[in-house]
């Protein structure tokens, strides 16, 4: 039985007429109309085959603690929580020449060098153009095996027919199911070629990563219930006339959220980057004001940055705030601190809040960077190359405690740093760290004062 419906591209919404505005996400004018096959249940069926299955208890189920896949790239496995996971699924996001295609590719290298049997599905790219980007990355072995092809039929019978350890599918757009009428890249058949894909992981124990395209607005394309299907969903972030990209953990059933890998995009592929905190500080001016440095933390990994802010005076009634890198609203916010504790003059001018490095972090920890990053540039005061900052600032001016402060001093010691500044409450704890000088500052105005006597 066929009938008419209408999903939200965005959310999966199904409707049975066209709205304007999705009720669950509401966005607007992203319904499109699909065909939908109904098929009679089998209740009879379905009865006998719950009467074979056997609920167990906890105690009875051994789980296999510890054991993971190495990718052979440490940036990606910190990132997963420690490796690949057996029966996963992943999904890899990411703007169009990013580079997604090229990391899993050199994963497939590195796992097919380790004896690993891998099977790399294409729905995009001929054998031939696989062929010259693997030239391109480098060696590789018989255990990677290529297949083109986007019947998700046809590909469930070569996997089970090979049964391989870890299948990479590119991309899920590309995908169709002869179960679905409707078109590939829709709604429906990106739900039910992801759903095929996680029984296959979860019914055969092997490893699967799917690529998925991203929207103008920063999502995977389709709907947004492919994110909730998988297990871990990763997110390739940068510009792609940049050379270095971010690899973030936006969702991962195995591990932390928060951690990044970082990348730079060469001929030979990409290179991990050991220590970004030293690329995130290249190029910083020197005696310049409205600089400062400021450690964020990025999972367990404290990453130094540079904070630039441009303060004049404004010409128009409204005054121009413009935020790259970081919270727009939390610019905003700080702004009116500064304004109402120390007295400082801001409503008529324009502010420019910059993170250096095309990164972007929102750990209210860079609150006392953004802090004194305004102050510098409003008052034309050049803060010492070799100082460094961290703290969460309060709508009262106080300047808060944060998570991890040892962490982030010697990250900033490790780099050459010899001042630090942070809130008052973590030097009490640290006291004293031999090679880096500490700060602590209580307030806004303690923090201005310390910098203005260094």
Not at 84 to 96: A, R, T, Y
Not at 176 to 184: C, E, G, K, T, Y
Request: glycine fraction near 10%.
């Amino acid at each position: 039985m066929k009938k008419i419906s209408f999903f939200c591209q965005n959310c999966g919404f199904e409707s049975a007429k066209w709205m304007g505005q999705c009720p669950g996400c509401k966005e607007w004018n992203s319904f499109v109309e699909e065909v939908v096959e109904k098929k009679s249940a089998n209740s009879a069926g379905k009865m006998k085959q719950a009467a074979e299955l056997t609920p167990l208890p906890l105690s009875a189920i051994h789980a296999e603690d510890g054991v993971r896949m190495g990718t052979g790239m440490p940036e990606l496995d910190r990132v997963l929580g420690g490796g690949i996971v057996k029966d996963s699924l992943v999904l890899v996001g990411g703007d169009p020449g990013i580079g997604k295609s090229t990391l899993l590719l050199q994963v497939c290298r590195n796992l097919s060098a380790n004896g690993r049997f891998v099977l790399y599905i294409s729905g995009e790219e001929s054998l031939q153009q696989i062929k010259l980007r693997a030239e391109r990355i480098g060696v590789f072995n018989d255990s990677l095996k290529l297949l083109c092809e986007t019947n998700l039929e046809l590909i469930q019978g070569v996997i089970e027919q090979l049964k391989p350890e870890v299948v990479v599918v590119d991309s899920i757009q590309t995908m169709f199911s002869d179960a679905v009428s409707a078109a590939p890249g829709s709604v429906s058949q990106v739900r039910e070629t992801t759903g095929v894909l996680l029984r296959i992981a979860k019914g055969m124990g092997l490893s699967v990563f799917i690529v998925g395209h991203v929207t103008k607005e920063g999502v995977v394309a389709g709907p947004r219930v492919l994110e909730h299907m998988v297990d871990t969903v990763l997110y390739f972030e940068g510009d792609r006339h940049e050379s270095y990209r971010i690899l973030r953990g936006v969702k991962n059933r195995f591990g932390s959220t928060n951690e990044i890998g970082v990348f730079e995009m060469r001929t030979e592929g990409l290179v991990e980057v050991e220590n970004p905190s030293e690329y995130m500080l290249s190029g910083k001016p020197k005696d310049a004001s409205g600089s400062v440095v400021a450690c964020s933390m990025e999972g367990t990994r404290p990453i130094l940055l540079e904070i630039q802010a441009l303060v004049s005076h404004s010409f128009f009634n409204n005054p121009r705030r413009t935020a790259t890198g970081a919270d727009y609203n939390r610019v905003n916010l700080l702004m009116a601190v500064l304004e109402k504790r120390l007295g400082i003059q801001l409503s008529d001018c324009d502010a420019y809040v910059n993170i250096a490095g095309g990164i972007r972090m929102t750990e209210p920890a860079i609150d006392l960077g953004i802090v004194l990053a305004l102050l510098s540039s409003k008052m034309d005061l050049i803060i010492d190359e070799h100082t460094i900052c961290f703290g969460e600032v309060g709508l009262s001016g106080e300047v808060r405690g944060v998570s991890m402060a040892e962490q982030r001093v010697q990250e900033a010691k490790k780099l050459g740093f010899e001042v630090c500044i942070l809130p008052q409450v973590c030097a009490d704890v640290l006291k004293k760290i031999d090679g880096i000088r500490l700060i602590g500052v209580g307030n806004v105005r303690e923090a201005l004062n310390a910098v203005q006597g260094l």
